[in-house]
């Protein structure tokens, strides 16, 4: 059955957005289809198309259900956006298909890209959701100033991936029940200046390999360290 | 310094390749100035430019060295090329990046793509390698038959990636010296066949995550587990 997203999800009759109302159609589906609804938030229903326009198709839903999440830590991916937009819209889509819960885009001292269409990174997410089939989509925000995504006080176990952290990322606290943050630099790197107040606001500088990475594939690397590490 | 590749690397004065020879005027480099030349082997050496043609240039080498690899167990992924190129050529960028040293691209029943361009996936893998400063550019082979890429007999573990595989990735054994090979099949999945024909040779079948992956997340997720769990 094919998955459609909702910003709200409730039983009765609900309207697809026009983005979800163009995908029912160019996947052919007609009334009386049956599809299955999520909020991204865990929340999912099953439902009948009732109504089914080019940009407003709805469905009938009757239970909404909860699926909690796989896995039981946090993890926030605070990243600059690359130069090119594709390398930033790639990590999206690999960091929903393996595994992320939110991502914050960060704008840096040498971050070359100062704006952001969010909404067509969360389009992004979306359609990354339905590949892999999730009920849970990852929270999108940004662009945030640097010193704004250091201000995650509820987050435990704080992280900045520098090619020369003394902690590999290997040797970090195993704590399934933890919530975790990593900030990613852009191309150009972090300033001395950012690394220092990022240490004095408790983040530890990691190494995530001997090898350098660009910007995405360090923030594809960490997902998928935590998956193997804590999932 | 920049990194050039060579196929052969010998002291006295050799040749860059004419993509090689672009790419040292794309960067505007000029006779006299000195480079890194590698093969991709472990072998590199300083070197001088002594004659900047638009598609030849010649380098003036002093002495070869050889690099060890870093890690010292060895990685190929078996992966049926995804039906857009652009995907697989993602993979082989990030696995460089990661670590892979050997890629076999396979023909299996479901593979919507019969022909592959190894040169330009070659090139990608340059790329990807002059970004993150390697000596050690993985061996890059096929389209081979399925069959063929069960034969690697010298291969100690080897495992084909299912989404109902028993065994965990995180369960594997973990041995810094041994060498694996991961199969990883086509957006439509191995055939029942196929799964049975590398169970026999041996291929135990292994779960990648509770979440459903693209082949090429597949193969990027593989290089990474195991960088954090050998590396």
Same mark, same amino acid.
């Given at each position: 059955m094919n998955l459609f997203y909702t910003d709200k999800l409730t039983a009765g009759l #609900? &309207? !697809?957005d026009e983005e979800e109302s163009r995908h029912f159609n160019v996947l052919r589906l007609k009334e009386q289809d049956k599809v299955l609804v999520s909020d991204g938030k865990g929340n999912y229903a099953e439902g009948t198309a009732v109504k089914a326009g080019k940009k407003k198709v709805e469905i009938q839903i009757e239970e909404v259900r909860h699926s909690p999440k796989r896995k039981t830590y946090e993890l926030t991916i605070a990243i600059a956006p690359t130069k090119h937009n594709e390398r930033t819209e790639w990590f999206i889509e690999k960091a929903v298909e393996i595994g992320v819960d939110k991502i914050i885009f960060v704008n840096t001292k040498n971050t070359e890209r100062n704006k952001i269409n969010l909404d067509r990174y969360k389009k992004i997410a979306r359609s990354a959701g339905k590949q892999s089939l999730t009920y849970h989509l990852? =929270?999108? @925000?940004? !662009? %945030?100033?640097? =010193? @704004?995504? !250091?201000? =995650? &006080?509820a987050t435990k176990e704080k992280y900045i991936a520098l090619c020369n952290g003394d902690l590999h990322i290997r040797? #970090?606290? %195993?704590?399934?029940? @933890?919530?975790? #943050?990593?900030l990613v630099g852009p191309e150009g790197g972090f300033t001395q200046g950012e690394i220092d107040l990022a240490q004095k606001k408790g983040f530890k500088p990691i190494l995530l390999s001997g090898k350098r990475l660009r910007t995405e594939t360090a923030g594809i690397f960490i997902s998928t360290a935590l998956e193997i590490m804590l999932g």
């Open positions: #609900i &309207t !697809l990852p =929270e999108l @925000s940004g !662009l %945030v100033k640097f =010193e @704004s995504a !250091l201000n =995650e &006080t040797q #970090i606290p %195993v704590n399934k029940n @933890s919530n975790y #943050i990593f």
